[in-house]
C-alpha cells in the first residue's frame, strides 16, 4: 500500500491503525553477511551483531562504490542489528542500507553499544533516500514492528540521522508506534559528542556545510559518470577526423581529432574536477557560468603548453575546440549541482532553463566550425 | 562554508506564522538554519539558504510550512521537463 504526502507534507490518509497493518512479518536480518561478527541473543531471537572497526573488504567496497563501481550492490540486510552488546536501555540508530551509509554509522561508534536499525532503502544513502521518500515514515513504521523493536528495548526513542529529516514526520512515527524521533547530527562522526551530552547537539551539529574533503570525495563518481558519455564521444569524433580533407586516415586523426579529444577531456576535467574542488572560490551562482570559467582555465593550460604540436591550426578550428571545451564544462558543471548540498530543485530549474538554449548553441555553433575546418 | 548560497530568490519556501506552535522542529532539521526561534514561533531568517528538501515542511506537526521540494539535480529536472519519472541519486 503506497500512500503519497499530501502538499502539506503529512501522511493525510494514515489512519492512527498501521495501514497494511498484519502484513508486515516479522524479521531478523541474516547473520550470513561478510560484516556480521556474531549473533546476540534478545527476546525475539539472535541478533546479527557487528563491530565498530572497517575491513579490509568493507574499505575496498567503498572505495570502488566511490568509484561508481558495484554501487548499486552494495547493500545491508535491512532490519536490526547490534553493535557491541547493547541491552535493553541502549540507544536506537536509524540508518539506510547503502552499505556505506551503515558503515559510516558503526566505524564512527567504536567501544559503544547500540542498536542499528537498518531501513530498506533500496540501496541508497540517507539524504537522497530522504528525498525520494524511501527512508520515510511509511517505511520507518515498518521496520519498527518488522523487527519488534519494543519488545528489545525497554524506551521509546530513536535516533534519526537529521539529513533523513526530509523523508519522514517526526510526530507521524511518534502518533502510530509510541517512538519518540531524536534527530541526530549532521555527520555521524558528532554522534559520540551528541550521545554523550545526552542528545543535544551543539550548534554547529544541525549545519550542513560542503567542505573541500567532502567535495573531493564526489569527484571521481562525477569524472566516471562524464567519461562515460565522453569516451563514446571522443571516439566518434577521432573516427570522423580522420576523414578529413587533404590528410591521410592516421595523419588527420593526429592533426585534427587528437586536439578535439583533447578539447573534450579538458571540458571534463574542468567541470568535474576543477569545479567542484575550486567551487567557492570561482566567481559567479550559476554553475554553468563556473563552469565556463574553468573550462576557460583549463582550455588556455592544456592549449597554451601543447599549442606548437599543431601549428597549421587556424583560427575557426581553435574557435571550435573552445566552444566545445566551454560546453562540456559548463555542463557538467550543472550537473554537480546534483551532488551538492546546498542548491535547491528551484534553482537548478532556472539555472537549467537559461543555460541548457546556450550550451545547445555554443555545442552547435563549436561543432559546426569543426566540421567545416576539416572538410572545406 | 556555510556561506555557499545558490540563486537568490527562487526558493519556493512559504511560512504562515500564525499557525506556528513554536515546537522548534523546523529549526533542528533545517540543514542550512533557514529558521530560528524568537519569542516563541520560528522566523524565517535565511531564506535564501533554503535547498528545498523539504524537512521543515514534513516535520511541522502545524502545518504551518509549505516548499515544493524534490531532487535537484540535472537528470531530475531533465526527466521532470519531459514528462517521465526517473531518479537523482
Ligand atoms: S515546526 Fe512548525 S510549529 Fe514547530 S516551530 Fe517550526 S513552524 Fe512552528
Ligand atoms: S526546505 Fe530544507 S533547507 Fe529549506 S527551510 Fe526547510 S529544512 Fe531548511
Not at chain 1, 540508518?95 to 558503526?106: E, I, P, Q, T
Not at chain 1, 533516500?129 to 521496520?143: H, I, Q, W
Amino acid at each position: 500500500m503506497t500512500i503519497s504526502p499530501s502538499a502539506s507534507g503529512q501522511l493525510r490518509f494514515l489512519p492512527v491503525a498501521r495501514p497494511g497493518a498484519g502484513e508486515v512479518t516479522f524479521r531478523l536480518p541474516s547473520p550470513d553477511q561478510p560484516f556480521v561478527r556474531g549473533t546476540l541473543t534478545t527476546p525475539v531471537g539472535k541478533v546479527p551483531q557487528v563491530r565498530a572497526g572497517l575491513n579490509l573488504r568493507d574499505r575496498l567496497g567503498s572505495w570502488l562504490a566511490r568509484w561508481n563501481i558495484g554501487r548499486m550492490h552494495f547493500t545491508v540486510e535491512p532490519g536490526l542489528y547490534a553493535l557491541g552488546r547493547p541491552d535493553e536501555h541502549s540507544p536506537v540508530l536509524v540508518s539506510a542500507n547503502y552499505k556505506m551509509s551503515f558503515d559510516v554509522l558503526r566505524s564512527a561508534l567504536p567501544g559503544r553499544d547500540l542498536w542499528i536499525l537498518v531501513l530498506d532503502t533500496k540501496g541508497i544513502n540517507v539524504w537522497c533516500a530522504a528525498g525520494k521518500g524511501t527512508f520515510g515514515t511509511l517505511e520507518l513504521l515498518d521496520r519498527i514492528q518488522a523487527s519488534r523493536l519494543e519488545e528489545v528495548v525497554s524506551h521509546r526513542r530513536l535516533i534519526v540521522p537529521q539529513l533523513g529529516a526530509p523523508g519522514l514526520a517526526a510526530h507521524e512515527i511518534r502518533r502510530h508506534s509510541g517512538f519518540r524521533v531524536i534527530y541526530g547530527p549532521v555527520m555521524a562522526s558528532d554522534l559520540p559528542r551528541f550521545l554523550d551530552n545526552g542528545c543535544r547537539a551543539e550548534p554547529g551539529m544541525r549545519v550542513k556545510d560542503f567542505p573541500l574533503s567532502e567535495r573531493l570525495v564526489l569527484v571521481p563518481v562525477e569524472v566516471m559518470q562524464a567519461l562515460r558519455v565522453g569516451l563514446p564521444l571522443i571516439l566518434v569524433l577521432l573516427a570522423v577526423s580522420g576523414l578529413a580533407r587533404n590528410l591521410a586516415y592516421g595523419r588527420a586523426v593526429e592533426v585534427h581529432g587528437l586536439p578535439m579529444a583533447l578539447a573534450v577531456l579538458a571540458g571534463i576535467l574542468a567541470g568535474t574536477v576543477m569545479t567542484p574542488l575550486l567551487l567557492p572560490w570561482i566567481p559567479g551562482r550559476f554553475f554553468s557560468g563556473k563552469g565556463v570559467l574553468t573550462g576557460l582555465v583549463c582550455f588556455a593550460g592544456i592549449f597554451g603548453f601543447l599549442r606548437h604540436r599543431w601549428p597549421e591550426q587556424g583560427l575557426m578550428e581553435s574557435m571550435a575546440l573552445l566552444l566545445v571545451t566551454l560546453t562540456i564544462a559548463s555542463w557538467f558543471a550543472m550537473a554537480f549541482t546534483g551532488a551538492t548540498t546546498y542548491t535547491s530543485p528551484g534553482g537548478v530549474r532556472r539555472e537549467m532553463l537559461r543555460a541548457i538554449p546556450l550550451q545547445a548553441a555554443a555545442l552547435i555553433i563549436g561543432l559546426g566550425l569543426w566540421l567545416t575546418a576539416l572538410f572545406s | 562554508m556555510s556561506e555557499l548560497t545558490y540563486l537568490e530568490d527562487v526558493v519556493s519556501l512559504a511560512y504562515d506564522r500564525n499557525r506556528c506552535i513554536g515546537c522548534g522542529m523546523c529549526v533542528t532539521v533545517c540543514p542550512h538554519q533557514v529558521f530560528a526561534l524568537q519569542r516563541g514561533r520560528a522566523d524565517m531568517v535565511a531564506r535564501n539558504h533554503c535547498m528545498e528538501c523539504g524537512a521543515c515542511m514534513r516535520n511541522c506537526p502545524a502545518g504551518a510550512i509549505t516548499v515544493e521540494a524534490g531532487e535537484g539535480c540535472v537528470r531530475g529536472v531533465i526527466n521532470e521537463l519531459l514528462g517521465i519519472e526517473g531518479p537523482c541519486c
